[in-house]
């Protein structure tokens, strides 16, 4: 902890001496919006989306994109320091700046008069909790952190995906409930995109043939650990057992989340004829549009594929200890759209018998999507436009 304490001082030091030094110098930039997150190398997901959206209007302004994907090493470290002093300089100089999660820059300064900084949080709905609702859990931030970085302060606007959620982005960040808005999440437009679809089932098709015909399973599991440090995680499931009563007609697409670097197996469990490891050459929005059903424990990911009006299952053997270590925002057995499963053989005995009930994902979906037409870009692009 200490180690850590020390490298985050020394991050905000980074970040403050070139937001002040940029401040006296340079003024705001009322032309200039910044896209900025350390989950990915490149634009993705809400950015991706809303940035495209921009890029498509006529106006005068420019975007800068500010990504980088921290690993975690000591090296990696050390090169972080580099791009914290570059996020400093943009803060200081941008009419928007735009992230998507966690961004340690944004708590370490106060925002100039002229700049708004704006939160698409990565995750639909509100499943896990997360920010100040984990402060007490040993998931949540240390009282002792919480003396140095004003974690998720600074927002002056956070999108949503519905009215439901925004009493708990209030008491995740900590803020008024007026300044967060369910417009929707632009990454959630490609749900209606039906050309983009079959754009990616061929570029899917044609990086797996072997998988063409057989109906596919995703299974995305969550995160777990904390912050960017994964902790050990084991397949709960027999994948070699699923293939024998599945047959030859599935295969088991599996997607790790981007903080995960490993999923593990049990001895005698992986089945390299069923699996197939996908994570890095296709999004997970592009992986929930190929697939037929989704099998997770935790993930948000079930916000997004209620979109999609396909089945869902859960595979949860540490709800108590998830429970414990980070909490829900809804009772879990009641909340999820799909049954619960802890052992392979049921669940996979469910998959083949094919009873779904569509109407549980309907009414799901309405409920955590205000909107359902693929405009959610366009309506916060309107809305910052609007507002410029």
């Known amino acids: 902890m200490k180690y850590k304490l020390t490298s985050n001082l020394l991050a905000k030091l980074c ?22 997150s350390i989950r990915s190398a490149n634009p993705e997901g809400n950015l991706l989306y809303l940035y495209r959206e921009l890029k498509t209007r006529q106006w005068q302004g420019k975007c800068v994109l500010l990504f980088r994907k921290y690993r975690g090493s000591a090296l990696d470290k050390l090169s972080m320091l580099f791009y914290m002093i570059r996020a400093g300089h943009h803060l200081a100089t941008s009419r928007y700046f735009v992230i998507d999660d966690y961004y340690f820059p944004v708590y370490v300064i106060r925002a100039r008069k002229g700049t708004e900084i704006v939160q698409l949080w990565h995750a ?10 984990t402060v007490g859990k040993s998931f949540g931030p240390s009282q002792e952190y919480l003396k140095h970085v004003r974690i998720h302060s600074n927002y002056d606007k956070v999108f949503v995906s519905a009215a439901e959620v925004v009493p708990h982005y209030a008491d995740a960040f900590q803020m008024p409930e007026e300044r967060i808005l369910p417009l929707g999440l632009p990454r959630t437009d490609i749900f209606f995109d039906k050309d983009k679809h079959a754009e990616i089932c061929v570029r899917f098709y044609q990086s797996f043939p072997k998988l063409k015909g057989r109906k596919l ?85 079930i916000f997004d594929y209620s979109l999609l009006g ?30 619960m499963f802890t052992e392979t053989e049921p669940l996979a005995n469910w998959i083949k018998q094919g009873d779904f009930d569509a109407t549980v994902i309907e009414r799901f979906r309405d409920r955590f999507f205000d909107h359902r037409d693929g405009k959610a870009s366009k309506r916060i692009a309107d809305y910052l436009l609007e507002h410029w």
Request: hydrophobic share 40%; net charge negative; with cysteine.
């Open 217 to 301: 399973i995703l299974y995305a599991p969550t995160f777990r650990g904390r912050s960017y440090q994964q902790k050990r995680f084991e397949c709960p499931i027999n994948a070699r057992f699923m293939r024998e009563i599945l047959g030859r007609d599935y295969a088991f697409i599996v997607h790790l989340h981007p903080f995960m670097k490993t999923l593990d197996w049990k001895p005698g469990q992986y089945d390299e004829e069923f699996v197939c490891c996908v994570s890095d050459q296709f999004s997970i929005e592009e992986l929930m549009i190929v697939s037929d059903i989704l099998v997770t424990d935790y993930s948000s990911v």
């Open 15 to 36: 970040v403050q001496a070139a937001f002040l030094v940029t401040s006296w110098i340079c003024s705001v930039d009322p032309n200039k919006v910044t896209f900025a």
């Open 310 to 339: 396909r089945p869902m299952a859960f595979f949860a053997t540490d709800l108590e200890e998830y429970m414990s270590e980070r909490g829900f925002y809804y009772d879990y057995t009641s909340f999820i759209p799909g049954p």
């Open 124 to 133: 639909a709905g509100a499943f896990k909790k997360f920010g100040y609702s």
